[in-house]
Nanobody, 114 residues
């Protein structure tokens, strides 16, 4: 059973930066498909950025050039560096991992507001 623990959300002004971290435990294998989704009030959950099989990445068009996903120093850790944040980035951000089934973190709130 994989468990995901997220950290790093908070309140930031427009144009600011935040760094989210997600650590997966409970797997003895490298989790190849791992990344971040977000859900704003009244909207569906959407992909933000993720690693896919083969080491590639997917980004939502709305975050390209502003957000960067990377692997952490610890196995099965992913980092989401978010720069030039906008009010429309406000959402609950969820870490996701796929290993035979989907796993979700508890979510961390990101609020971009002046």
């Amino acid at each position: 059973q994989v468990q995901l623990v997220e950290s790093g959300g908070g309140l930031v002004q427009p144009g600011g930066s935040l760094r989210l971290s997600c650590a997966a435990s409970g797997s003895i294998f490298r989790i190849n498909v791992m990344g971040w989704y977000r859900q704003a009030p009244g909207k569906e959950r959407e992909l933000v950025a993720r690693f896919i099989s083969g080491g590639g990445t997917n980004y939502a068009d709305s975050v390209k050039g502003r957000f960067t996903i990377s692997r952490g120093n610890t196995e099965n850790t992913v980092i989401l560096q978010m720069n030039s944040l906008k009010p429309e980035d406000t959402a609950v951000y969820y870490c996701n991992a796929f290993q035979f089934q989907n796993y979700w973190g508890q979510g961390t709130q990101v609020t971009v507001s002046s």
